[in-house]
């Protein structure tokens, strides 16, 4: 049972974006498991099982980020992360082109939300297209995300702007990756574990709608059309 994270959470975040070192993170091993790692774990089960209660006959799985780099992709000095999240995805190899919801935690505050962290151009085309051919659908999960204060829309936009998207629209169409966030400077929000459990599901259950109009034009997604022979954007 997730019961929240502490001040000491945060201090252990702090202390080892100060001293990202074998020998003192060996030191404070026991601080990251039972106040990082363990509460993280207990809160993504938590959470992963109530957005499946209230999202059901969605194929997801949920996933706990180590603390520790990947050397082989990592150089420098720095062996450990500064912050840990866990990530709710489809299970498909090429995830980053897919939406997938997250939660994070670092040493400022945390965030969550959904997104597409490094989706292909050719996602991103198919995304204009059915803007092109059936702009009602994402301008009515448009008008909700305006009628809410939890999440805002970020992403990084191309550097010449496209035009023929409604004008409601203008922002989701220039998007070259995009994502949903709540982002928080508050720390406290994070030491009552019912109420960020409660919170996180609500807020995956209000984004799911996003989540499954945007994984069709992923390539796993169109993968998934194509054994179907069916278009949802038809």
Known sequence: MFQGFSPATYDFLLG???NNR????????????NHLQKPMKA???QVFDGLIDRCPDRDLLCKVARIYKD??????SEFYKTSLWFSILPPVEQWQDAPGFWFEIGRDGWSYGLGMFLPKATTMARHRAAIDAAPGRLARLNAQLSRQREFVLAGESYARFKEGAPPDLAGWYNLKSWNLIHDSLCPAETFDGPALVERVVDGFAFLM???DYFYPLSEAGQAGLDLLNTDIFQ
């Not at 074998?22 to 498991?33: C, M, P, Q």
Request: aromatic share 22%.
């Open 22 to 33: 074998r020998d003192w993170f060996n030191a404070h091993k026991e601080d990251y498991v």
């Open 16 to 18: 080892v974006a100060a």
């Open 71 to 76: 050397a082989r992709r990592y150089r420098g």
């Open 209 to 211: 709608p996003f989540y």
């Open 43 to 45: 809160l993504a089960d």
